[in-house]
């Protein structure tokens, strides 16, 4: 449209791009790409049963030059003008068939591949540990799950060494570095930001952590866990206790040291106080014994990195041993 007001109307200047290997480009390219398809996958995309010609004839509707080449194998080849760049495959050609072709004059025909869809193991797991901790009547919450690296180990009096958090290479901000390791900083957010709330707070989250893992061919794992927290005029250890309690219950893990429970066993975790900390132990009917999390009472140098002004109590656990 501005073209026209231009000293040489309607003309493009080419521009060479050389890349840091030598390789240089003249842009813009214009000549005509060309797309190979065939009548049989036209037809199956879109849904309708046409000849090669019918086809042909219906795509130079749509202003694209097509060609049969081989009439007995259905091939067509379709030549793509400039004007058309949104054309990139084939199915952008069966795009611009149906819209030649007409929607509305698409036969429609019963599903004959009928399937029954089904959640994964691990949603259906994480929505039974849900609801049984709704029930119980603590609150859900949804965090983000990036945070910055102060937040995921300096706050949480942690050390970082270097083979847990999955880094972002250039973050925006600094709220904003690190893909969370432990589910407990966003809820310590969360209640920070609602404090006018009355006491006491009893929340939880069952979502995604992710990890470094060399191993795998992108280089990180997630894993999905649960995680609560009670705030109140006293840390009240027993409330955090039973809340993780009722729920390996509902998972059928009895509180006991021998095969098929769980048990606490005591250990020195810098996000807890001193002596109130312990990690949650499952032992599995092999008589194998993993170590789902941690449950203690909030150490009050992280209550006050937080800026929360009262006792914090809480128990982060792995839940997908469980499946």
């Known amino acids: 449209m501005f073209s026209g007001y231009c000293a040489e109307p ?49 795509l130079k509707k749509m202003s694209l030059e097509a060609v049969v080449e081989n009439a007995e194998k259905g091939e067509i080849s379709v030549k793509l ?76 009096r942690r050390t970082d060494d270097g083979t847990e958090a999955v880094v972002l290479k250039n973050p925006k901000t600094l709220e904003y570095q690190v893909c969370r390791s432990t589910l407990l900083p966003g809820l310590l957010k969360c209640v920070r930001e609602n404090k006018m709330h009355p006491l006491p707070f009893k929340m939880f989250e069952v979502s995604d952590v992710m990890f470094k893992c060399p191993g795998r061919p992108n280089g990180t794992q997630n894993q999905r866990r649960a995680c609560a927290l009670f705030s109140s005029s006293s840390a009240q250890f027993e409330i955090i206790s039973g809340l993780l309690d009722t729920l390996m219950t509902a998972l059928n893990v009895s509180h006991k040291k021998e095969a098929g429970g769980y048990y606490l066993e005591a250990a020195d975790i810098p996000t807890y106080l001193p002596g109130r900390s312990a990690n949650v132990v499952r032992v599995a009917e092999s008589g194998h014994k993993t170590v789902l999390g941690s449950i203690g009472v909030v150490h009050p140098e992280v209550l006050r990195n937080f800026e929360l002004d009262y006792p914090v109590s809480s128990f982060e656990i792995n839940i997908e041993p469980f499946l």
């Open 10 to 58: 309607f003309s493009v200047e080419p521009v060479e791009v050389v890349y840091p290997d030598g390789k240089s480009i003249v842009y813009p390219d214009l000549e005509q790409r060309t797309v190979h398809t065939t009548a049989k996958y036209l037809n199956g995309i879109v849904g309708i049963d046409q000849s090669c010609d019918e086809i042909v004839a219906l």
């Open 81 to 156: 003008p400039l004007t058309r760049p949104d054309i990139l495959q084939e199915c952008d050609i069966a795009e611009d068939l149906a819209i030649a072709f007409g929607y509305n004059n698409i036969p429609r025909v019963p599903n004959s591949e009928a399937t029954v869809g089904v959640p994964l193991p691990l949603n259906k797991l994480a929505d039974i540990v849900r609801t049984e901790m709704a029930m119980a009547g603590w609150t859900e919450a949804l965090t983000l799950s990036l945070c910055s690296h102060e937040e995921n180990f300096g706050l949480l």
